[in-house]
C-alpha cells in the first residue's frame, strides 16, 4: 500500500510541474533573419572548389606534391641520360666504320 502511494504522489509531483509554465515563443527577430537565411543564395561548386584550395595547408601541400614530383622526375632522367647517350654514341661509331655483324655462311644454297 505505501508504495502505490508513493507513486500517485510521484505522479501528483511530475504533473504539478508544469503549473505556471508558459508556451515556448521564438526569441526576437527569429522570422526575419529566418527569412533573410531562406533568401540568401548558396555559393556554387565552384566557389566551394575555390574557397577549399585557397586553405593555406592544401595550397601548401599541393605544392609540396607537385615539386616532389618534379624532382623525382629530373633524377630519374638525369640518371638514365647518360646510359641513352652511351648507346647513341655507340651505335653512331659502329656505323661510321661499319662494325655490323657479318655472317660467312651463305642463306640461298646454291646447286652444282
Known sequence: MRKRKDIEQEIDA????MDGSERATPGDFF???LQARMQQERPGLLERLAGFMSRPSVAITGIAVILLINGATMLKQWYTAPARQDQVALQ???EEYSL??????????TEP
Do not use: H, I, M, P
Open 14 to 17: 511530475v504533473l504539478n510541474s
Open 31 to 33: 522570422y526575419t533573419r
Open 92 to 94: 653512331a661509331f659502329a
Open 100 to 109: 655490323g655483324v657479318v655472317t660467312f655462311y651463305e642463306d640461298e644454297k
